[in-house]
């Protein structure tokens, strides 16, 4: 399976959500998400409007983790996208941005390698389906000690349920079963011509505050690579 960019901006594309509404929708939702459960000192935040390509957006979302940036995106599909700067994107506070919105969401992860280690062509992944801020379906592959699959809440009619019986955990969830899957809901999520075609526009909502402490500070991609162990 070839990663968005063949990997070279993981991790930032490692974890994405899709949220079923327009976009201008989901910023509302996210404002209203903010004002609920924020603390009111780490409100402050400024919204900036993108047009450009995907690939343009990715470069302005770095560096990761300090100044901390939510990105909304739109894509080809009724979906929008969202992820964050950091070394993962906290999935549930996409899906916190669809229970704002009253729709559904679903969170896609694909892991280059865990520290190194591959197996069937990445290092894990997983599927989530979101309602009402519940995980309604997970399917997730994780190296622990060994690898282990997850398997959450009732299939889909479209779901190979046969590979979830095979012998080694590392074989029941693939990247083309992730692929096959999100391509059910009409998201191309490996393929960088469904990110913002033509036309369509983002936001980077970015939060303004002083660094809580001496690790508040801004990492590089390559700084995060390394930490990844994708360097």
């Not at 300090?66 to 996208?81: A, H, N, Q, R, V």
């Not at 229970?99 to 062509?121: F, Q, T």
């Not at 994780?142 to 889909?156: A, H």
Request: with cysteine; aromatic share 18%; charged share 30%.
């Amino acid at each position: 399976m070839r990663f968005l960019f063949d990997g070279k901006y993981a991790p930032l594309t490692d974890t994405m959500v899709f949220i079923d509404a327009p976009i201008d929708d989901v910023l509302r939702a996210f404002y209203l998400r903010i004002e609920a459960i924020t603390l009111p000192g780490h409100k402050k935040r400024k919204t900036e409007t993108y047009i450009g390509s995907f690939e343009g957006l990715l470069l302005k979302s770095l560096p990761f983790e300090y100044p901390w940036k939510d990105i909304l995106f739109e894509t080809k599909s009724k979906w929008t996208g969202f992820f964050q700067n950091f070394r993962q994107t906290e999935i549930y506070h996409g899906a916190l941005i669809a229970y704002y919105a009253k729709v559904e969401a679903i969170g896609a992860v694909a892991w280059l390698s865990d520290y190194g280690r591959v197996v069937n062509g990445w290092g894990g992944g997983a599927f989530h389906f979101l309602r009402n801020k519940e995980f309604v379906r997970t399917l997730m592959l994780s190296e622990q000690d060994r690898w282990e699959f997850d398997n959450y809440g009732k299939p889909f009619p479209f779901e190979d349920v046969e590979k979830y019986k095979e012998k080694f955990s590392r074989n029941r969830f693939t990247p083309e079963m992730l692929d096959k899957y999100l391509k059910e809901f009409s998201i191309d999520f490996f393929n960088e011509d469904f990110y913002m075609p033509t036309g369509s526009k983002a936001y980077i909502v970015e939060q303004i505050r002083p660094p809580f402490n001496e690790g508040d500070k801004p990492v590089s991609l390559v700084e995060m690579r390394k930490k990844c162990g994708y360097e």
